[in-house]
């Protein structure tokens, strides 16, 4: 089971608290299909991702950026128990969604790259990086936890 | 052999020649350090890296910030051709120095972070998808002599 000190639970909860969810997601969405442009096989139906500024500009990019980042709030409820609360979701990108499950470490370090830039250094400082991609890691494991 | 636009030589040229390595370089390391403890094998010369306040003012770790990063300048300059700049260090953080190909990796991406956080909004994803070709570019070369 994953260990969290206090320190990193602080910061954990913290920075999820400075976070917008619709902000940041759309943000690390389109991150993610700009730099990993492979990744935009899993969104044939999302219409035009020809260009960065279409991906950019794409509104059902932005949303499933804002619902695949929402989903981190279960996470940030259930620190001691991510693997469980992720069970069902794991199966799900699995046997459904048919997702290379190197893309969730992929994302998250979109995301991690989105929130470095959106609060600086001042916030986003080594121990809360630290405390972050621990907990980013730990998500991304129980996404492919039920992998076959 | 990689490729470059002149778009992209462009970010690049312009990343480095707004970076104060005074600055940049310590921020990166102390990261590395902090984020991914395991890498402090490597400097147990180095004093206390006890926690990360004293790894933030260790004037060690931040002397050899600054030299890690000026490595890159090699690169920099030598764009279409990193593999060979780098093939000596690459022998020398391999048989002398004995560092896992896997930590080269770690510090590019707390790299970025700093470069992230310094940049902001500037941190565009075109920006991002260039520094992160520029840096595979670099640890790909610097792991290339080992064996």
Known sequence: MVEWTDAERKAIIGLWGKIDVGEIGPQALSRLLIVYPWGQRYFKAFGDLSTNAA????????????TVMGGLENA????????????KLSAMHSEKLHVDPDNFRVLAECISLCVAAKFGPSVFTAEVQ?????????????????YH | MVEWSENERSIISN??????????????????LVVYPWTQRYFSSFGNLYNAEAISTNPKVAAHGIKVLHG???????????KATYAELSVLHSEKLHVDPDNFKLLSDCLTIVIAGKLGSAF????????????????????????
């Open chain 1, 76 to 87: 940030v409820k259930n620190l001691d128990n991510i693997k469980q609360t992720y069970a």
């Open chain 2, 72 to 82: 890159l300048d090699r690169a920099l300059k030598n764009l279409d051709n990193i």
């Open chain 2, 124 to 147: 565009t994803p075109e920006v991002q998808a260039t520094f992160q070709k520029f840096l595979a570019v670099v640890v790909s070369a610097l792991g290339k002599q080992y064996h």
């Open chain 2, 15 to 32: 990343i480095f020649s707004n970076l104060d390595y005074n600055d940049v370089g310590p921020k990166a390391l102390v990261r590395c």
């Open chain 1, 55 to 66: 991906i950019m500009g794409n509104p059902k990019v932005a949303q499933h950026g804002k």
């Open chain 1, 130 to 146: 630290e405390a972050w991609q621990k907990f980013l890691s730990v998500v991304v494991s129980a996404l492919g936890r039920q």
